[in-house]
């Protein structure tokens, strides 16, 4: 199994221009989630998706869009990059085991790290 | 905004000897976390407490968890030069969404 992967692993972009960060993962998890990480600081949730199908805000999602078409994939989109975007990207997922949705630990990719000039 | 606060932000210890690092919430939660991240690297699991226990350990490590004082603290042992990265809590609260502190940067001299 390849876990979480991440493409791409760095970008440069222009300030207003738009990519898509994609994230797959083979585990079946039914969790996504998109994270930044600045120097520094700990990891601050972007989106996150508890399904196929479904999206929700975390606590920094201005400036970016996220769409899960399919379990295994996670798209994390900007429209219009700023450079308070440059920061590195972290991608996880995890699946709720047991008789409930406890005690579930995060698989993350490698990151993509992201510079807008 | 952070819920978890480790403490300190970072620590230097030589090789062999103990690390420990705190980390502190504010709510209630499911069950904590902590994670190790190499430089440039993704985060990786390493251990996982529920709200009802105290203590865990896996290997060199030992985990408590105080939930009156709602902190934890993760301890390694001998440490050795390999284990030289950041070091993060996370709490899974009520929505079983994880919450991430700022983490404790450890460096081991040879």
């Known amino acids: 199994n390849a876990g979480v992967t991440q493409t791409p692993k760095f970008r440069v972009l222009k300030t207003g221009q738009s990519m898509t960060l994609l994230c797959a993962q083979d585990m079946n998890h039914e969790y996504m989630y998109w994270y930044r990480q600045d120097p520094g600081m700990g990891l601050r949730l972007i989106h996150y998706?508890?399904?196929?199908?479904?999206?929700a805000k975390g606590e920094v999602p201005d400036g970016y869009n996220v769409s899960r078409l399919k379990k295994q994939n996670f798209l994390l989109g900007l429209e219009s990059a700023a450079p308070s975007q440059t920061s590195v990207y972290f991608c996880?997922?995890?699946?709720?085991?047991?008789?409930?949705?406890?005690?579930?630990?995060?698989?993350f990719g490698q990151g993509t790290r992201l510079t807008v000039v | 905004s952070q819920q978890g606060e480790e403490d300190p932000q970072a620590l230097s210890i030589q090789e062999g000897e103990n690390a420990t690092m705190n980390c502190s919430y504010k709510?209630?939660?499911?069950?904590l976390q902590w994670y190790r991240q190499n430089s440039g690297r993704g985060l990786v699991h390493l251990i996982l407490?529920?709200?009802n226990e105290r203590e865990k350990h896996s290997g060199r490590l030992r985990v408590t968890l105080d939930t009156s004082k709602k902190s934890s603290s993760l301890l390694i042992t001998a440490s050795r030069a390999a284990d030289t990265a950041s070091y993060f809590c996370a709490t899974e609260d009520s929505n079983y969404q994880l919450i991430w502190g700022a983490g404790t940067k450890l460096i081991i001299k040879p």
């Open positions: 709510t209630s939660i499911n069950n």
């Open positions: 998706s508890v399904g196929e199908g479904t999206t």
């Open positions: 996880a997922s995890s699946y709720p085991e047991g008789t409930g949705v406890f005690d579930t630990e995060a698989f």
């Open positions: 407490i529920r709200s």
